[in-house]
C-alpha cells in the first residue's frame, strides 16, 4: 500500500492515530480549516520554521522513516532550545511522492511523534500534498519564554567567553558511515546522526539563570555558528581547536581518512549543539549548569574586538592562527 | 542570475528588501534562530499552515510568479477568514530549485508581501532550502479572534440555510484558458485563477455577527465543501444547482465545451470563496452584511435530517435528485 492508494481523508485519520488526544488549550485541533488555541499567559511566543527535503537534508536509502520523522521535528526543536524557548506546539506540513509505502509514512509520523511526547509539544494541525519530486516535511513550531529568559545571536561582548555542549562531529562521521556503508559503523556516531537530541534542557537553564549572553544552535556546524553570532554581535573570536569536544569515534574516522578531525568537526552540520557566550565570571554558573544537565559543557574560546574569526591549533597562535574553516551550507551542497 | 549564484544570506537579504519593518510586538524579527512575539491579549490564536507545490498547485509555464507568491498567501488567509479570524503573522518557507531566477524569486515575494501587506499581516520568519524538484512554498499563518467569534465546520443544524459568497467556477475557467492557451481567456476568469481575493472582512464580519453557525471555505469545491461542513455537522444538504451563482464567463466557457457549467463549477476548485450555514432567521442580518460587503452573498441550499447530500436542478427535485459532485482531489489529481 503506498500513499497514493489512500485518500486524503484516511490519510489524516492514519496520521492522527499516532497523536495524543489535545490538551485543554487546544479549542479546535485537526480537522476543520484552522487550528484554534488559547495562548501561554506571560509569556513571549517563539516561532520557526524548517523544512527537510529528500535528497537535501536526508536520504532514504539509509535513513529509517521513524529517523526522518524525528529530525524533522528535532532541528525544530533545537532552534527553540537556542531561543531558552520551551516547546508548546506544532504544525506539520507534508508533501508526499505518490509512491512512498503508507508504512514509511506511519513511521516518519511515529518518529516525531515521539520524540514531540517527549518534549510535551503537541501537533495542532497541517497540511498534506502529493510532491511530484521528493518527501518534504516542513514543521512550524511555536515555543513560549519570558522575555527576561529570551536568548539571541546578538548579545555577545567582547571579553565573554564561548561555550559549546555535546561533542561535535559525531553526527557528521555517523553520516558517512551510513553513506558509505561501512562495515561497522561506531553506534555511537551514527545515533548521533539519525536522533539529533535538540538541548532543550540545556537551552531553557541557559535562559533561566540568565548565564548566557549569546546562543546559536549549531545546525550548520560550529564554522557557521561562531561567524553568525560574531556578526550578529558585532565581535571578533578566537576559537582553541585544541579545546573542541570532538566526539572519540569520529576523531577516528576521520583521521583514518586523512582528514583533519577539527576541520571536519568545525565545518560539518547536523550537530545540534548549542554555542553559547558568557561573562568570565558566569564560568562558575556554568560548571554548575554542566552538572545538573549531565551534558558536556565546554570553554573553546573568547570573544574579540574586531571581526575576524579564527582557530588557534598548536603553536599557531595570535597573529600565525588560521581563519576558522566555514560552517556548512545545504543551500549549496547536499 | 539564479538563486544558485546566491549565498544564503543574500537570498535572505533580498527576501527582507520586499517586507516593510517589524510592527512593535515583533520582539525578535528575521535573522535569528527564530522568531519571538508578544502574543495579542484577549484572543485566541487560528493556526493555519498549506503548501503550494510546483506541478501539483501551480506552472510556472503560465502563472506569473507574483502571481504564485500571492497564492501561497491567499490559500492561507482564506483558512483565516473561514474561522472569522483577523490575519496577524506569517512563516515563509521556501524550497528554491536552484535554476529558478534570481528575480522570479523577488516577484514570488514582492506578490505574496503586496497581499500581505493589504491585510496588515507581517512576515515574522522563515526558512530557504535548496530543493532537487518542484518548487515548494510552505505558508504558515497565525490569526487572532475573540473565542465567541470563531467559526467551525461543525455548527450547522437542520434547516439552517446555506450560503456562499462570490462566484463559482471562474478559477477553474480561467486555469483552463491559460492551460490550454486560449486565444482571448475572459480577464475576469484568469484574474480569479491568478489572484483569489480571500473573503477576510465577510468572515471576520460572520463571526462578529454571529450570524453563521458553520463556515468553511471552498479551496477544494463547493462539493467538498458541502460535504465536510455536513459531516462535521451531522447533517445532510440539498443544494439548489439553479441558484448557484456561477461567473457568466465560466458558463460561457464551459457550455462551448460541452462541459455542465454547474457540475464544473461544483466539482472543480480554487473558489476561494465561503461556504456559510445559518438560521434563516439571519437572512436579514446577512442581506445587510452582502450589501456593507460589497460581495455577492447567494442562498443555495438548506441542511437536512440524515447524511445524504443532493443536488436538485429543474424538475429534478426531492426523491429525483443526484447526489451533489464529490469536490476536487489536490492530493489525487494534478
Known amino acids: 500500500v503506498t500513499v497514493s492508494d489512500l485518500s486524503e481523508s484516511d490519510l489524516i485519520a492514519r496520521i492522527q492515530s499516532f497523536l495524543p488526544p489535545a490538551p485543554p488549550w487546544v479549542v479546535v485541533g485537526i480537522g ?30 539509509f535513513t529509517p522513516p521513524d529517523a526522518i520523522g524525528h529530525r524533522a521535528l528535532a532541528v525544530n526543536l533545537s532552534d527553540l532550545a537556542s531561543m531558552g524557548a520551551a516547546p508548546r506546539l506544532a504544525l506539520l506540513s507534508l508533501a508526499l511522492p505518490g509512491a512512498l509505502p503508507a508504512d514509511h509514512l506511519d513511521a ?45 545571536r546578538s548579545g555577545a561582548r567582547v571579553g ?31 545515533e548521533r546522526y ?10 531553557l537553564m541557559l535562559g533561566r539563570n540568565r548565564a548566557a549572553t549569546a546562543c546559536m544552535d549549531l545546525s550548520d556546524g560550529l564554522g557557521d555558528a561562531v561567524r553568525q553570532v560574531a556578526r550578529a554581535s558585532k565581535v571578533g573570536a578566537v576559537i582553541d581547536g585544541d579545546s ?20 571536519a568537526a568545525v565545518s560539518r552540520g547536523d550537530d545540534y549543539e548549542l554555542l553559547v557566550t558568557a561573562r568570565p565570571r558566569a564560568r562558575r554558573l556554568l560548571d554548575t549548569l554542566k552538572s545538573s544537565l549531565g551534558v558536556p559543557f565546554t570553554r573553546i574560546g573568547v570573544c574579540t574586538d574586531g571581526d575576524t574569526v579564527l582557530l588557534e591549533r598548536g603553536a599557531k597562535r595570535g597573529a600565525a592562527a588560521d581563519p576558522l574553516p ?8 547536499s
Not at 32 to 49: G, H, N, Y
Not at 249 to 263: I, T
Request: charged share 25%; glycine share 10%.
Open 108 to 152: 516518519i509520523v511515529r518518529g516525531l511523534a515521539a520524540l514531540a511526547a517527549r518534549h510535551s509539544l503537541h501537533v495542532v494541525g497541517g497540511n498534506l500534498t502529493r510532491s511530484p519530486g521528493p518527501l518534504v516535511i516542513d514543521v512550524t513550531v511555536m515555543g513560549v519564554a519570558k522575555r527576561r529568559q529570551i536568548l539571541t
Open 244 to 263: 573542541l569536544p570532538v566526539e572519540p569515534e569520529a576523531v577516528r574516522w576521520f583521521a583514518a581518512r586523512g582528514d583533519d578531525p577539527v576541520v
Open 32 to 61: 476543520d480549516d484552522a487550528a484554534v488555541v488559547e495562548p501561554a499567559k506571560q509569556r513571549l511566543e517563539v516561532l520557526s520554521v524548517d523544512a527537510i527535503v529528500e535528497g537535501v537534508h536526508f536520504d532514504r536509502r
Open 194 to 203: 539519525l536522533y539529533p537530541e535538540p538541548r532543550l534542557r540545556a537551552g
Open 160 to 190: 565573554d567567553e564561548i561555550w559549546v555542549t555535546g561533542r561535535l562531529g559525531g553526527a557528521a562521521a555517523g553520516l558517512d558511515m551510513l553513506a558509505s556503508g561501512a562495515p561497522d559503523p561506531a553506534p555511537s556516531c551514527v
Open 326 to 333: 566555514a560552517g556548512f551550507d545545504h543551500f549549496h551542497q
